[in-house]
């Protein structure tokens, strides 16, 4: 079964940058959408932002203007470039992939951020 796994996560100061990756075990044809979820505790999981395969992405409002998301897609790989962190972006980063048939998850990588 692929799977999706996400790396980058860690513990950074209010103020710092992580970039978050995410690659499938094995290839995956025809992805459309791959996107950037996030899940803090007692809440619920929320979109985080989202690229095409033609480029184009969205931004939650909680992160846009400080993160920037992009993929390559020879390799099926998303990247989440995320600066000036504050303790709120502190959850577990999911990563998903979409061929418009099947969706695929990530297991998730922790973002701590400390104030």
């Known amino acids: 079964q692929v799977q999706l796994v996400e790396s980058g996560g860690g513990l950074v100061q209010a103020g710092g940058s992580l970039r978050l990756s995410c690659a499938p075990s094995?290839?995956?044809?025809?992805?459309?959408?791959m996107a950037w979820y996030r899940q803090a505790p007692g809440k619920q999981r929320e979109l985080v932002a989202r690229?095409?395969?033609?480029?184009?992405?969205y931004y939650a409002d909680s992160v846009r203007g400080r993160s920037i998301i992009s993929r390559d897609n020879a390799k099926n790989t998303v990247f989440l470039q995320m600066n000036s962190l504050k303790p709120e972006d502190t959850a577990v980063y999911y990563c998903?992939?979409?061929?418009?048939?099947?969706?695929?998850w990530g297991q998730g990588t922790q973002v701590t951020v400390s104030s």
């Open positions: 998903r992939a979409t061929t418009g048939v099947t969706d695929y």
């Open positions: 094995r290839n995956i044809p025809s992805i459309n959408a």
């Open positions: 690229i095409s395969s033609g480029g184009s992405t």
